[in-house]
């Protein structure tokens, strides 16, 4: 299973949220947050092409190839996880109506790390295909990417004062949870900086560990193993990423999964009726756009098959 410092896609480079982050935020990944969620889907495809492509220099063909993957995987992320996701939005919301355990919100987020090890088991075949069909140039360009990325974000982290990294993790934290749940109040967003403030700060080693994954990620690329292994390695990466990080810094991530679960279950259990109520229609509201892009697809498949 996925563990919760593993983010985003395919072969541009491995990101990492810490475990405590994405659980406070992560409805929002399943259930959008956004008035326009299907305009916004309905574009995604486009979206990754882009992200993807921009950072190589592709011919031609490798381009109309990488169209034709992420189409096919945001077909079937459509078809088949869509209606999982409508069902994720309805359940969270009737979690509403009873007391919320630390064992719900667990549970809750397990299902989340379901979602995603879906995800990544889907687009292995295809990541597989494109890795291997990158230029020694190419691959040169994804590692000056990745340790890019890792210096900015080294950079970020060393160039601000505790102070300002605890403004900021309150200020995004706060504003992820009203994404799901509207408008917190200042108790509330009290719980949430009290909460915040008892977690460990795991930053620098977070970047280590990001090295570390990509180092196997690189070396996997350049190696080339016969494509079974290739798979086989490809998949531990992008589903068990954990395993690539030091004990100390799993324990840490643990713990404050462990207070993150505690916060949101004290969080949901002190919304008020009002907030509750807006709480379910946002989320109900998400369900009915999931199952109308799913019903889409799915009508879509039907007429290229009648078709052919």
């Given at each position: 299973?996925?563990?919760?410092?593993?983010?985003p896609?395919?072969?541009v480079?491995?990101?990492?949220?810490?475990?405590?982050?994405?659980?406070?935020?992560?409805?929002?990944?399943?259930?959008?947050?956004c008035s326009?969620?299907?305009t916004?889907?309905?574009?995604?495809?486009?979206?990754?092409t882009?992200?993807l492509?921009?950072?190589?220099?592709?011919?031609?063909?490798q381009?109309a190839d990488?169209r034709?993957m992420?189409?096919r995987?945001?077909?079937?992320?459509?078809?088949?996880?869509?209606?999982?996701?409508?069902?994720?939005?309805r359940?969270?919301?009737?979690?509403?109506?009873?007391p919320v355990s630390?064992?719900i919100?667990?549970g809750?987020?397990?299902?989340?790390l379901?979602?995603?090890?879906a995800s990544?088991?889907?687009?292995?075949?295809?990541?597989?295909?494109?890795?291997?069909?990158?230029?020694d140039?190419q691959?040169?360009?994804?590692i000056?990417?990745m340790?890019k990325?890792?210096?900015?974000?080294?950079d970020?982290?060393?160039?601000?004062?505790?102070?300002?990294r605890?403004?900021n993790r309150?200020?995004?934290?706060?504003k992820?949870?009203e994404?799901?749940?509207?408008?917190?109040?200042?108790?509330?967003?009290?719980?949430?900086?009290?909460?915040l403030?008892?977690?460990?700060?795991a930053?620098?080693e977070?970047v280590?560990?990001?090295?570390?994954?990509q180092?196997?990620?690189?070396?996997l690329?350049r190696?080339k193993?016969?494509?079974?292994?290739y798979k086989?390695r490809?998949t531990?990466l992008?589903?068990?990423?954990?395993?690539?990080d030091e004990p100390e810094?799993?324990?840490?991530?643990d713990?404050?999964?462990e207070?993150?679960?505690?916060m949101?279950?004290?969080?949901m259990?002190?919304?008020?009726?009002?907030q509750?109520?807006?709480a379910?229609?946002?989320?109900r509201k998400?369900?009915v756009?999931?199952?109308?892009?799913?019903?889409?697809?799915e009508q879509?498949?039907?007429?290229?098959?009648?078709v052919g």
């Amino acid at each position: 299973m996925t563990q919760a410092n593993f983010s985003p896609v395919t072969a541009v480079s491995r990101s990492f949220s810490r475990a405590a982050i994405l659980l406070l935020l992560g409805f929002s990944l399943v259930v959008g947050g956004c008035s326009a969620t299907r305009t916004v889907y309905n574009n995604l495809d486009w979206v990754v092409t882009w992200y993807l492509a921009r950072h190589f220099d592709l011919d031609k063909e490798q381009k109309a190839d990488l169209r034709e993957m992420v189409v096919r995987n945001m077909d079937w992320h459509r078809r088949t996880q869509l209606p999982l996701y409508a069902d994720y939005a309805r359940d969270l919301a009737d979690d509403l109506d009873q007391p919320v355990s630390p064992d719900i919100v667990r549970g809750r987020y397990i299902q989340l790390l379901d979602f995603w090890d879906a995800s990544m088991l889907q687009i292995i075949p295809d990541t597989y295909l494109f890795l291997t069909n990158l230029t020694d140039e190419q691959v040169d360009q994804m590692i000056e990417e990745m340790e890019k990325n890792n210096q900015e974000m080294y950079d970020e982290y060393s160039g601000s004062t505790p102070e300002e990294r605890e403004e900021n993790r309150n200020r995004n934290t706060i504003k992820g949870i009203e994404r799901i749940f509207g408008k917190l109040n200042e108790e509330q967003k009290q719980l949430v900086r009290d909460s915040l403030a008892d977690m460990e700060d795991a930053s620098e080693e977070w970047v280590e560990n990001r090295r570390r994954w990509q180092s196997a990620y690189i070396e996997l690329i350049r190696e080339k193993p016969p494509e079974d292994e290739y798979k086989k390695r490809l998949t531990s990466l992008y589903v068990s990423p954990r395993g690539y990080d030091e004990p100390e810094f799993q324990a840490r991530v643990d713990r404050n999964l462990e207070r993150a679960v505690a916060m949101m279950s004290d969080l949901m259990n002190s919304l008020t009726p009002k907030q509750r109520e807006k709480a379910q229609k946002r989320l109900r509201k998400y369900a009915v756009d999931f199952d109308r892009l799913a019903a889409q697809a799915e009508q879509a498949q039907t007429a290229v098959s009648e078709v052919g």
